[in-house]
Structure formats: C-alpha cells, structure tokens
C-alpha cells in the first residue's frame, strides 16, 4: 500500500459523536486526499491537502474536517458523526505526477 | 465539474477470454485517466494509467484505449485468469494543477472469471 498507514482501521461509534480518522505516509509526497466509498457511487473526493497547512474541500466536504500540521499526516474529522457517514474512507497520496495510491481503509460504523 | 459514467457495472467472462470495460467523461479539459483494481477488503490499486496525448497504453495482458473525440476510454483484459476477479474502477483528472489533481471516478465493474 505504498507506504500509507490508516488508523482505525474499523471503528463504531454513535450518533453526535466527534471521530478523528488518521493517515499516515512514508513516502514524503506532497498530495494526500481522502475519499469515501458507498455502494453505488464508486469513491467520492471530501478533501484534499496539497501541502502542510493547505487544504481544500472536494465533491462531499460537508460534515468533514482536516487538517495536516506534518508532510506524513492527514487527519480527517467528522464533528458529529450521523449515519450518513456510515462508509468505508480511503487516504490517498501522490508525488504530483498523476498517480494516486491508496491506503487500505478504514470502516466507519455510525450507529 | 466531471461526470465519468461505467458500464458494465458486472462483467462475467470465462477464464482465458478477453474482458473490457468502458467509461465515458464529460469535461474535455481532462487530460489523465487511470484504472484500479479494488480486491475484497483492500484499496484500490493503480493498474495502468493513460495521459490525453496518447491513444493506446499496454501492460502485459492490460490494455487501455482512449479517444478524445468521443470522450471515452476503455480498459482490456486479455487471457483472463481467476485472480483478475476484483472490482475495477476507472477515474479522470485535469492534470497539472498546483493544487493537485482530483479524481473523480466511475462507479465500478465487478469482474467474474469462471475457471
């Protein structure tokens, strides 16, 4: 998984909870995302970083937080969590060129 | 902003037959389109990937065609072996941007080799 690290890796939580999901890299690329995965939809975008500090929302950025104080983490923030949020997320990481590469997910059970 | 449309959303071949799958994008402007391969309980898996100023890219037995005009690319499988079953997904960007290149993909196909 190209050195990219997710923690949790499952988690369940309640409803109106804050939850904090992490990634973490290896491999010093200047580009991290985070996609969410449904039945469905394929993987949709919530946000990305494109260096430390610089952040920017995508396609689904509603409900969701990030932040990214060091090259190697991207921290994703659901403030309160609802079921909605149910899904699977993904951290990805690129050098620039194009090329995403994938972390290997975190479950995320809201109940 | 980018709509990318996949079909067939399963796809079951016969293993050692040629399997191929289709995406369609919507914003001229992209220019970078990559295919995954997503195995149970794993991330996706970049396995080939193809730039707007080529037509054709292959890899071993994997194919990926691209026309501009039509604004559609497809992904082939040749010789099909059991362990090509997975979902695939296609995706595709506006590259060369400082802020970094957003994905934004198909819906998936999930492939079936039957021994």
């Known amino acids: 998984d190209a050195g990219i690290t997710q923690s949790p890796r499952h988690k369940v939580t309640e409803t109106g909870t804050p939850v904090t999901l992490r990634c973490h890299q290896t491999?010093?690329?200047?580009?991290m995302y985070w996609y969410r995965q449904d039945p469905g939809h394929g993987l949709r975008l919530i946000h990305y970083?494109?260096?430390?500090?610089?952040?920017d929302k995508g396609e689904v950025s509603d409900g969701y937080s990030v932040s990214r104080s060091k090259t190697e983490d991207f921290l994703l923030t659901l403030e309160s969590a609802t079921s909605s949020q149910t899904s699977v997320y993904f951290c990805?990481?690129?050098?620039?060129?194009?090329?995403?590469?994938f972390g290997p997910g975190t479950r995320l059970t809201v109940t | 902003g980018e709509n990318v449309e996949q079909h067939p959303s399963t796809l079951s071949v016969q293993e050692g037959d040629s399997a191929v799958i289709k995406c369609t994008y919507s914003?001229?402007?992209?220019?970078?389109f990559p295919w995954y391969k997503q195995e149970l309980g794993k991330g996706p898996q970049l396995i080939i990937d193809?730039?707007?100023?080529?037509g054709e890219k292959k890899d071993q037995r994997i194919a990926v065609t691209l026309n501009k005009t039509a604004k559609h690319f497809s992904l082939h499988i040749t010789e099909t072996q059991p362990e090509d079953s997975a979902v695939y997904f296609c995706?595709?960007?506006?590259?060369?941007?400082?802020?970094?290149?957003?994905?934004?993909f198909g819906t998936g196909t999930r492939l079936a080799v039957r021994p």
């Open positions: 990805a990481i690129s050098g620039g060129l194009g090329e995403q590469y």
């Open positions: 491999e010093n690329h200047r580009y």
């Open positions: 970083s494109y260096g430390v500090k610089d952040t």
């Open positions: 914003d001229s402007a992209s220019n970078y």
């Open positions: 193809i730039r707007s100023n080529v």
């Open positions: 995706a595709a960007s506006i590259r060369g941007k400082s802020s970094g290149d957003k994905l934004t």
